[in-house]
């Protein structure tokens, strides 16, 4: 049996998985002050009338983090970088840098080494900061210089985090590693209160099955290698949705996904029924990284957030302070709105209504300051799928079939999952004049699609043959070239075997491998090809370990 865990911003959900069905599902509030409660809750909901012991797999999908993004709520990171001449990166980043003298060339070959005077100075900056991030251009083909600062740091920062660029990732893109670094410091400590509450709540209920956790690429990977890399959870609930969505509802027709939850709103584009990714890393806040990810976009709406007038203007989110008025909150939100209208039946109608007033005056009824703010918040919603769209729209094209076989991407379909979608998705649906569909099962959507996702991960294997060398980021590795002659299809092959047994260590059963991308230049001297310098990204493909055929028990909505 495979149980499926989602922690969002409102909600805790689980489900169990067995045999193509969903024989339980749960849903419990998420108490911010203690994850284990509401972890708990949901499992212990979820294990009604099985054994603990028959669990196989445990597998996350958390949107936690994401919503710290969102709303602002991020720990304060030093950022060091080691750009080596000719690079001015310093207002392309989050926060200011404190740059380092150090240089690591295009080969990994140390040129310049960096200066400890400037690390104590840089600290002293910093010594405020929760943690730190250390970022040096050509990194991910020699480490030396981040592990170097790293150390020097370290006796200064004590137990701070302090994360390295050529450990998030063994891609090219200096300006992308070093955001990549950023977030992953500036989400450490969420994640790690995160991962704490969920062993503590699975040893609690004596589950001892190899726990999960979903990546942006809707793969996932062991919780444990996920603490040392945290921004690759940065969107694993928006990606759970998407699986989620492909075993609930798979569209045959170009399609936008949204998972409207109590925080946020998650949109992913879908064609000839898969999900689009992204063409390059995913851009949190919009700062471009290099984490590889579905095509996914969360706008801060949701059944939660607050509603007030600011500058005589109506504000929805991206904040919230609390559940509905209707439940028991202070200040009025979305949900309010969906209650007043009569598009959902639960909570206190007349506290619903309050919260209508509180917004609409004398001036207006119930229902239409209600109508208002669904209207409004569905703008906003439509906004963030044409931005989207448009995004996808503009990317460069590189190879003459995408060029002959370019089209516009318009929407047939809008698909509706996560607890808010019954208010909101058909207003959306409304304004782009498309039609809607709202799955069953679409309220623990997230849940779903984390128990079904297959365990993913990756490498990224460079060779030089003129200075007979290779490295693979990932894995910390530098050593000779095995032979002479040293060809692409032995990069890949060394890249698969790296691959299976960093997969093997993660205790990942590797059932099909996919090459990302590869590269390979001609180094020439003299009118003398002297070596080659190719690079091949491999990773265990992401899929679903099972498909959802049907649904036992009662209340699906």
């Given at each position: ?70 709303e602002g709520q991020l720990a304060k990171v030093g950022l060091l970088v080691i750009p080596g001449p000719g690079m001015k990166i310093e207002n392309l980043l989050p926060v200011p840098p404190a740059i380092l003298s150090g240089y690591t060339d295009h080969r990994g070959r140390k040129v ?83 991962a704490n509450a969920v062993e503590a709540a699975l040893r609690q209920r004596c589950i001892h099955a190899p726990v999960y956790i979903l990546k942006a690429d809707g793969g996932t990977m062991p919780l444990s290698v996920a603490r040392t890399i945290p921004v690759e959870a940065i969107f ?143 703008t906003q919603i439509v906004q963030a799928i044409n931005a989207l769209i448009s995004e996808w729209t503009a990317e460069p094209v590189y190879c003459v079939a995408d060029l002959v076989n370019t089209s516009a991407f318009k929407p047939e379909l809008v698909i509706g999952v996560g607890g ?138």
């Amino acid at each position: 049996m495979l149980l499926g865990i989602d922690v969002g911003g409102t909600f805790t959900d689980a489900v169990v998985v067995d045999d193509n069905q969903v024989i339980r599902h749960a849903k419990t509030p998420t108490t911010h002050g203690s994850l284990l409660a509401c972890i708990t809750q949901a499992v212990d909901q979820s294990l009604i009338g099985l054994k603990s012991s028959e669990i196989t797999r445990v597998a996350l999908s958390t949107t936690i983090v994401t919503n710290a993004i969102v709303e602002g709520q991020l720990a304060k990171v030093g950022l060091l970088v080691i750009p080596g001449p000719g690079m001015k990166i310093e207002n392309l980043l989050p926060v200011p840098p404190a740059i380092l003298s150090g240089y690591t060339d295009h080969r990994g070959r140390k040129v310049a080494g960096i200066a400890e005077h400037e690390i104590r100075a840089a600290f002293d900056c910093l010594k405020d900061c929760d943690a730190f991030a250390i970022s040096g251009k050509f990194a991910n083909r020699n480490p030396g210089q981040e592990l170097e600062a790293a150390a020097s740091l370290r006796q200064q920062a004590g137990h701070r985090h302090i994360s390295l660029g050529s450990q998030i990732t063994g891609s090219l893109n200096f300006w992308r590693r070093t955001n990549s670094a950023y977030y992953n410091a500036a989400v450490w400590s969420c994640f790690q209160e995160f991962a704490n509450a969920v062993e503590a709540a699975l040893r609690q209920r004596c589950i001892h099955a190899p726990v999960y956790i979903l990546k942006a690429d809707g793969g996932t990977m062991p919780l444990s290698v996920a603490r040392t890399i945290p921004v690759e959870a940065i969107f694993t609930g928006p990606a759970a949705s998407v699986f989620g969505v492909m075993t609930l509802a798979c569209p045959a027709v170009p399609s936008v996904s949204l998972d409207i939850g109590g925080t946020t709103t998650d949109i992913a584009l879908w064609q000839q029924g898969l999900p689009l990714f992204a063409g390059q890393g995913i851009a949190i806040a919009g700062y471009p990284t290099s984490i590889r990810s579905l095509r996914l976009r969360s706008v801060g709406i949701g059944g939660d957030s607050l509603v007030r007038w600011e500058n005589n203007h109506l504000k929805i989110g991206p904040q919230r302070l609390g559940p509905a008025m209707a439940l028991g909150g202070e200040y009025p939100t979305v949900s309010d709105a969906f209650i007043a209208a009569g598009l959902v039946n639960f909570g206190d109608r007349k506290r619903a209504e309050q919260a209508m007033a509180q917004i609409g005056g004398a001036s207006l009824s119930f229902a239409e300051t209600a109508n208002f703010i669904i209207d409004q918040a569905a703008t906003q919603i439509v906004q963030a799928i044409n931005a989207l769209i448009s995004e996808w729209t503009a990317e460069p094209v590189y190879c003459v079939a995408d060029l002959v076989n370019t089209s516009a991407f318009k929407p047939e379909l809008v698909i509706g999952v996560g607890g808010a979608a019954r208010g909101l998705v058909p207003a959306v649906a409304q304004k782009m004049g498309i039609a809607c569909r709202l799955p069953a099962g679409g309220a623990v959507v997230n849940a779903i699609g984390a128990a079904v996702a297959r365990p993913t991960m990756e490498v990224t294997v460079r060779a030089d043959t003129a200075i007979g060398e290779y490295t693979v980021a990932e894995c910390g590795v530098k050593a000779a070239v095995p032979r002479l002659r040293f060809e692409m299809p032995d990069v890949q092959q060394l890249g698969k075997q790296y691959l299976l047994e960093r997969a093997a260590q993660a205790g990942i059963a590797v059932e099909a491998t996919e090459l990302l991308q590869q590269e390979e230049f001609h180094l020439v001297r003299g009118f003398r090809t002297i070596g080659k310098i190719m690079t091949c990204q491999l990773q265990v493909k992401p899929g679903v370990l099972t498909t959802i055929s049907g649904f036992s028990g009662e209340g699906w909505q």
